[in-house]
């Protein structure tokens, strides 16, 4: 007989396993996925974790804590990521993973129930080397993890009505020499240089990014910052972050940000983030014009 029981659960599987195949060949790349979710099982056990099933490149497992799950994933995609022998091409194999934390009926050795689909949407809601999850999840997490932690979207996750947050761990920071987040958040941004304000203006607004107010959300949704309307642009588009001394665009939309610098050079960012430098436009959606309404322009200052 079945029990109810809360946990944490994740899903994660290897991406671009058919390519895998179609370029390594049968054996090796079976090798391969082997080692990955060789990882993936070891990292879980590590974390107080629980293997419910592997299913070809693919791994579920149960966490008694949110941290724990984070903590495993985190590992997983470290540990697959630096594997010298899990290249292919001169490109890493990467994995996938979602998590959500909610009740499940543990039956045996299995669990079923909402919660388990949630979560396995949240992988199909993640791209390769990145780890999703939803607020359940984030509500959980111990501060240091909830500082690693952005928002990328709100969307309906199929087979359901309403709407879910999505939220993106950031498992790994530049230069970090440590997985653990309250280290790869602290002590270094005091040894890098960088603008100490940015300057934002949008129509007939000014917002000044620094010290005292680190970051702006962007978007059609009444809770930005800034609101702007437009038929390409997501309700929460975009963020921008005071991260480490630097100022960091983080695209977090359906169809991208534009970035046009003083000097020409354009930059698209989907699903992504880059470090915004010197002057120029931020389009939504769309590249920027100079004349439009829409735009956003920048200035770093030093």
Same mark, same amino acid.
């Given at each position: 007989?079945?029990?109810?029981?809360?946990?944490?659960?994740?899903?994660?599987?290897?991406?671009?396993?058919?390519?895998?195949?179609?370029?390594?060949?049968?054996?090796?790349?079976?090798?391969?996925?082997?080692?990955?979710?060789?990882?993936?099982?070891?990292?879980?056990?590590?974390?107080?974790?629980?293997?419910?099933?592997? /299913?070809?490149? &693919?791994?579920? @497992?149960?966490?008694?804590?949110?941290?724990?799950?984070?903590?495993?994933?985190?590992?997983?995609?470290?540990?697959?990521?630096?594997?010298?022998?899990?290249?292919?091409?001169? =490109?890493?194999?990467?994995?996938?993973?979602?998590?959500?934390?909610? !009740?499940?009926?543990?039956?045996?050795?299995?669990?079923?129930?909402?919660?388990?689909?949630?979560?396995?949407?949240?992988?199909?809601?993640?791209?390769?080397?990145?780890?999703?999850?939803?607020? @359940?999840?984030?509500?959980?997490?111990?501060?240091?993890?909830?500082?690693?932690?952005?928002?990328?979207?709100?969307?309906?996750?199929?087979?359901?009505?309403?709407?879910?947050?999505?939220?993106?761990?950031?498992?790994?920071?530049?230069?970090?020499?440590?997985?653990?987040?309250?280290?790869?958040?602290?002590?270094?941004?005091?040894?890098?240089?960088?603008?100490?304000?940015?300057?934002?203006?949008?129509?007939? =607004? &000014?917002?000044?990014?620094?010290?005292?107010?680190?970051?702006?959300?962007?978007?059609?949704?009444?809770?930005?910052?800034?609101? /702007?309307?437009?038929?390409?642009?997501?309700?929460?588009?975009?963020?921008?972050?005071?991260?480490?001394?630097?100022?960091?665009?983080?695209? =977090?939309?359906?169809?991208?940000?534009?970035?046009?610098?003083?000097?020409?050079?354009?930059?698209?960012?989907?699903?992504?983030?880059?470090?915004?430098?010197?002057?120029?436009?931020?389009?939504?959606?769309?590249? !920027?014009?100079?004349?439009?309404?829409?735009?956003?322009?920048?200035?770093?200052?030093?």
């Amino acid at each position: 007989m079945g029990r109810d029981i809360e946990l944490a659960i994740l899903f994660a599987d290897v991406v671009g396993s058919t390519r895998l195949y179609e370029v390594m060949g049968d054996l090796r790349a079976r090798d391969m996925i082997i080692t990955c979710v060789e990882i993936m099982r070891t990292a879980t056990e590590q974390h107080r974790g629980t293997v419910i099933k592997t /299913i070809g490149d &693919e791994i579920m @497992a149960t966490f008694p804590t949110a941290n724990d799950a984070v903590n495993a994933a985190s590992y997983m995609q470290h540990d697959i990521r630096t594997r010298p022998q899990l290249k292919v091409e001169g =490109q890493g194999i990467a994995i996938r993973i979602g998590c959500h934390f909610g !009740p499940v009926v543990l039956e045996n050795r299995d669990i079923f129930g909402a919660a388990v689909h949630t979560a396995n949407r949240m992988t199909s809601q993640a791209k390769a080397g990145q780890i999703m999850v939803t607020r @359940a999840m984030v509500e959980r997490l111990a501060p240091e993890w909830q500082s690693a932690v952005r928002q990328i979207d709100v969307a309906t996750l199929k087979g359901k009505t309403s709407e879910d947050e999505l939220y993106e761990v950031l498992w790994q920071k530049e230069d970090a020499t440590s997985m653990l987040p309250a280290i790869a958040l602290g002590g270094v941004a005091a040894r890098e240089q960088g603008p100490r304000r940015l300057r934002l203006r949008f129509q007939n =607004q &000014e917002i000044v990014l620094d010290e005292q107010r680190s970051n702006v959300a962007i978007g059609r949704a009444e809770e930005n910052d800034l609101v /702007i309307k437009g038929n390409l642009i997501s309700r929460l588009h975009a963020r921008i972050e005071l991260n480490r001394n630097k100022f960091v665009l983080v695209d =977090q939309s359906t169809n991208g940000t534009f970035v046009t610098t003083r000097e020409g050079e354009e930059v698209f960012v989907r699903r992504d983030s880059m470090p915004l430098k010197g002057e120029g436009l931020i389009g939504f959606g769309r590249l !920027p014009e100079p004349g439009s309404a829409l735009v956003v322009r920048y200035v770093c200052e030093e």
